[in-house]
Structures are given as C-alpha cells and as structure tokens.
C-alpha cells in the first residue's frame, strides 16, 4: 500500500503548493473591481478587470496533483490484481467508466481480474457518471492534461448584503445596524471587462439597500466535467476522494 498512499501524499503536496503559488500570486494585485455610474440610468455598475494575468504555472501544478491521484488508484489496482495471483499486465487500470452501461458490461471483467469481493467493491463505487461524478471527473480531467494545459480563469462568488438603519425616537440620527449578508448568490466566469452587478438609484437611496460584496477567485473551468468552481476545493475533494478509496481497499491487500 506504499505505492498509492505515497502518490496521494504527493497530490497533497502539490496542492499546498498550488496554495502558496496562489496566494503569491494575490500580493501582486492581480485584478481590481471597477465602479462607475452608467449614464443613461444612474445606476451603479460594478466590473471587472484583470491587471496581471493567470500564470500557466497554476494549471501545470494542478494537473500533477491530478494524475498523481489518478496514478494513485491505478497502482492501487494492479496490487489488486497482484494479490489475486493474476500477472498484471500494461493494460490494467483503476476502473472508471464512461457510463452505467458500460460500468455494467466491465464490472465481470474487473472480477476477474482483482477477485469477486474486490470487484464488488469496486461496483458499489459506481465509478461512471451520475454514479460517482468525483471519479468520472478525476478520469476526464487527467485525459485532458495530457493532451493540453487545465484552464484555470478567474471567477466570483458574490452575496447580497443589506444595510439597515433603525430610527431611535431619543435621538436624531438613526442607529446604522452591522450588514446582514445573504449567502451566495451566484458563480460567475470571469474575463476582462466582465460586469459583476448594477444597483440602481433607487436602491442606492433606501434606507435598506443592496451592496455587493465579491469573494474573487481562481476556478477550474472544463466544461462539461468541471465548471467554473473554484480550484483549490476542487482538488481537494479529488484528493480526499482518493484517499478514501486507498483505505478502502487496504484491507483486501494487507490481509495477504
């Protein structure tokens, strides 16, 4: 089991230097939210705009966290395969598949070759689409950085906060309340120049009015496998997923 734990660890590892490659990247104010009044309603528009733009380091990192996760669990098979007292042969490979149909069709192959309670194991995985969609996405994402570089682009969560003023009858001025932020309301892609939100005049002058408040990110965006979410999270669920599985199948390993 050194083999797969390893290859997670080393995925973890990446992705901690994905963060600091991040945050590095922050402290050089990549991008600034632009306000300005559109003249033709008054309203107050918010977008926005890139000043230094996303490092092709980011998507090199992060597609090494991936296949380091996908070399975890196929390493994790062919010790399956080995304990089975099957030679292992170039072609074996943690089973993903393209879809329920053919996951049905392969999973006696895959019986076959790991043995019945492995195999079993692996189908209660579901490891097709709408089955387990953190295996099918892993599988789809380390095809694609084989062939060419993940895209990393900017993206943005924006909440609703309402500001509220309460009339006191002992005093002159209202009391100004804390914010209330309302969850988030939407991801959005972002390139150069894209707007974020209006507020209009006759919000900006309520004494309860929306202001935006925008948490700017770098996302992951491979449509239809991953789609604009954000890049950190995204490898880490990929990781813990992993991980997960390795412990899984340690027993039917260790046992021999």
Known sequence: MNGPRAKVERANEHISDLVSEIERFHHRNPYEVVREIEADTGDLLYSFRVRVALSPR????AGDA???LRSALDLLYRRL???NGKPPSESDAFPIFKSRTKAESGLGQVEGRIGRAAGRAVGGLKPYPGGNDGLWRLREL???DKHRLLLA???SSRSVVFHHKMPVPWQDEPVILPPIAIGEVSRDCLEEGSPLTRISPESLASDMHKDPEFRIEIA???PPVVQCEPLIPTLNDLAGLVSEIVELFAPHIEEH
């Open 220 to 222: 992951l965006d491979e």
């Open 142 to 144: 380390d095809v694609i």
């Open 81 to 83: 395969v080995e304990v």
């Open 153 to 155: 682009i900017w993206a």
């Open 58 to 61: 980011l998507a090199l990192i």
């Open 66 to 68: 991936v296949h380091n």
